[in-house]
């Protein structure tokens, strides 16, 4: 079906990434503030049944795929019905999940059975000392034992991987040989100036072109992959000459994704963002428990993403780039 997501620029969206939940059982220093206590109410958050009016509303619009994310959406209980009930929405033909991994062994079953069908894990450090200091938490076997159990039990795993200079680039190597020996995709994300703490600044950026050089340096060289399936995909791929891993790339300061963004975000609070650096976004929470029919929300959704900004590109290229403090674990990544 056309997607009725168009934007001045002529950017379509087909992906929905939905934050279920701002809480965390981690406290990871790229991302959480550490004045931390002012957690939602439970009153604030989407409920399941809101959730799954919205994903059907933009299903409708033209959504195809859906991403559950946090805070960690884990420590939400029951997660697996949401899933449920998402996957029996027609046109909606992919769910995936984003998760710190902690608590996903003990889940993978029922959600891969409710129908999920693919999981990114975020890890940026096999040191357990290294691990604890960015994320404020022990726990780096049990993330990798999921990671294991998700692929065991069929699901399409990716690694997410932060990279910050002088904090955890000297792991890269051990991050692309992780990929290559497992036949995983990692994919290294640069950082980006949404921290709760503000304590980004350019100089803690490893570039994408960075990553290549350190990764062809130690392994030999890596080989760009094309995009077999021509959807958009913010990660530039690449493949080994001699593993089954693949690494990609998501260069979001160095080379923004902005011009092929084909997505919209609704943060645990019920607003709608139509780009990730929007802040505050949209009141869509307020306008559906003010009582609007599905047809007022449906325009109300149109409307807003026709107004989509162009992106972190444009404070890039107006050298306005600054931590935002816009909590990246209300909005999910
Ligand atoms: N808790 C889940 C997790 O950690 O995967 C889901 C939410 S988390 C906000 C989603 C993704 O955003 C994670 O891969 C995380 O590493 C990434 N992230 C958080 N803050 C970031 C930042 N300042 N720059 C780049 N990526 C960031
Ligand atoms: Fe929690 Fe994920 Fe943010 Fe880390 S990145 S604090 S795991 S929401």
């Not at 999981?119 to 096999?126: C, I, Q, W």
């Not at 992959?225 to 493949?239: C, K």
Request: glycine letters at 8%.
């Amino acid at each position: 079906m056309a997607s009725k997501l168009v934007d001045k620029y002529g950017r379509i969206a087909k992906k929905l990434r939905i934050s279920v939940t701002d809480r965390c059982n981690m406290r990871c220093i790229y991302c959480m503030p550490t004045n931390n206590a002012d957690w939602l109410d439970d009153s604030q958050v989407l409920s399941f049944n809101e959730i799954v009016r919205l994903a059907s509303i933009f299903a409708d619009l033209g959504i195809e795929k859906i991403r559950i994310t946090g805070g960690e959406p884990l420590v939400r209980p029951s997660l697996e019905n949401l899933i449920n009930s998402i996957s029996m929405i027609p046109g909606i033909k992919g769910i995936g999940l984003t998760t710190n991994g902690l608590l996903l062994a003990d889940q993978v079953k029922q959600l891969s059975s409710a129908g999920l069908s693919s999981v990114n894990v975020s890890l940026d450090s096999f040191k357990e000392d290294r691990f604890k200091m960015m994320t404020g938490v022990k726990g780096v076997n049990k993330v990798i034992s999921s990671i294991h159990n998700a692929n065991d039990a069929g699901l399409d795993v990716k690694l997410n991987t932060v990279v910050i200079r002088g904090w955890n680039d000297d792991e890269i190597v051990d991050f692309a040989l992780f990929a290559r020996d497992n036949g995983f995709t990692v994919r290294f994300i640069e950082f980006m100036p949404l921290d709760g703490t503000g304590i980004w600044k350019h100089d803690l950026v490893f570039s994408k072109k960075e990553m290549i050089e350190r990764i062809n340096l130690n392994l030999g060289e890596i080989v760009k992959l094309h995009n077999i399936d021509n959807q958009p995909e913010p990660a530039m791929l690449y493949s080994f000459i001699d593993g089954k891993g693949i690494l990609g790339f998501i260069p979001s300061i160095t080379e923004p994704f902005c011009g092929n963004c084909d997505r919209a975000r609704i943060t645990s609070d019920g607003r709608l963002l139509t780009c990730l650096f929007e802040n505050p976004g949209r009141d869509l929470k307020g306008i559906m428990r003010s009582g609007a029919t599905d047809e007022v929300i449906e325009r109300y959704i149109v409307d807003s993403m026709s107004n989509k900004p162009e992106g972190i590109i444009k404070m890039i290229k107006t050298k306005s780039l600054k931590p935002t403090l816009n909590l990246m674990h209300t909005i999910g990544g």
